[in-house]
């Protein structure tokens, strides 16, 4: 029997329509006047933050934006960030768009009422306390970090990637709106889809699971592998759109209060290096990992495979991580997502970094199975020159 913990305070408003009723939906918190609304550059050209902004300053909210932010947010943005929420003297902040603003936004969260870098609050040098309300928006379905207590930063200097991480810094409130998501392009749906499914896979299976992260997890698998090949084809339809926003909304849950795993591990390398999209990093590693894993829980992968409608109940144990494996492969290969030796800029002679950072992030201690710089070196290996 199993002791575990479960918790997530964060208020979760899901529905379409829900970004034009922002302010109605803020109202009941009194988070104060004043907001930071942190976007980035690509979600404030699409036109989805600027209705936003106005529906919030004809509410009465002195609203300030901050878009100065990567794909991969570096540690010196967050700074910025926080050196304006100070200017403007902002009371809380509004995030709106994927992982990245989402991120930032924790991170300005923390480090405006507090001063500091964020490796301090990483490194333990710093407390988590002090932290002013944070409202997410997600406009992609992929992160999940709408309501977990995680903020994942590139230090610029290092190009490490650093995990700020506590309850503190789960949002005081998650808005989901599916229509924010319809315009987002084909090859955007496709890498946060698979990001929000190894988030549900990893949160399943690493070691840090619970009851609870588990159950997220099965039904985030299904809903994501149901809906993501419909939301990939016909962006538009907002039934596959919806499945998605929720399906990462439940792998969000379910690693948010677990971890991820060598998946990750080793996309954030990849994505420190060459500011490879996050969905697509991980996607690329996703056969390779879970084909390692595989040999340490048979029977858990081979739930996982049918919990994805990739295998039969009545398939064998080994019948159906083989057909877990094909059906992630041809998952990935028709959303058109490229392979490791496709990437730009992807060397193998950096791969002793790659290995090097992977090995020292957090999450490899979670993997299901022990996992060491050699087994990192092989899976990149076999990822880069796999013709599959």
Not at 98 to 120: C, F, Q, R, Y
Not at 318 to 333: F, M, R
Not at 348 to 361: C, G, P, R, Y
Request: overall charge negative.
């Amino acid at each position: 029997m199993e002791a575990y913990s479960y918790f997530c305070n964060t208020r979760i408003e899901m529905g379409i329509g829900n970004a034009k009723k922002i302010a109605q939906i803020l109202e009941p918190f009194n988070v104060g006047s004043s907001i930071l609304l942190v976007s980035d550059p690509g979600v404030v050209g699409t036109g989805l933050v600027s209705p936003i902004q106005k529906a919030l300053e004809d509410a009465g909210y002195n609203v300030t934006l901050f878009d100065a932010l990567s794909q991969n947010p570096r540690d010196t943005e967050c700074i910025a960030g926080a050196a304006l929420f100070n200017e403007c003297e902002a009371q809380a902040i509004v995030a709106v768009g994927g992982g990245s603003a989402m991120d930032v936004g924790k991170a300005i969260a923390l480090i405006g009422p507090n001063g500091g870098s964020p490796t301090e609050y990483a490194g333990g040098i710093r407390p988590y306390t002090n932290i002013a309300p944070i409202i997410c928006v997600p406009t992609t379905a992929g992160t999940g970090s709408e309501v977990t207590r995680s903020s994942v930063i590139t230090e610029q200097a290092t190009h490490r990637k650093i995990t700020l991480k506590d309850a503190l810094l789960r949002p005081l409130l998650a808005i989901l709106d599916p229509e924010l998501t319809q315009t987002v392009p084909p090859a955007v749906t496709a890498a946060t889809g698979v990001d929000a499914l190894v988030h549900a896979i990893e949160g399943y299976t690493c070691k840090v699971s619970n009851p609870i992260s588990r159950a997220l997890g099965a039904s985030a698998m299904e809903k994501i592998v149901s809906a993501l090949p419909e939301a990939y084809r016909d962006g538009r339809n907002i039934e596959a759109r919806f499945k998605m926003q929720e399906g990462s909304l439940l792998a969000g849950l379910c690693f948010g209060s677990a971890d991820v795993a060598a998946v990750h591990c080793l996309a954030e390398a990849l994505g420190s290096l060459y500011d490879t999209p996050h969905g697509v990093a991980n996607s690329v590693f996703l056969p390779y990992v879970l084909k390692f894993n595989a040999q340490e829980d048979i029977q858990m992968h081979a739930r996982l495979a049918k919990y994805m409608n990739f295998a039969q109940d009545s398939d064998t144990e080994s019948l159906a991580i083989d057909k877990l494996i094909i059906g992630i492969q041809e998952l990935t290969e028709n959303l058109a997502i490229p392979k490791l030796n496709e990437l730009p800029g992807v060397k193998t002679e950096d791969f002793d970094k790659i290995v090097e950072l992977s090995v020292l992030n957090g999450s490899t201690k979670s993997n299901v199975r022990a996992i060491n710089a050699s087994n990192y070196r092989k899976i990149l290996e076999t990822a880069y020159h796999s013709e599959n």
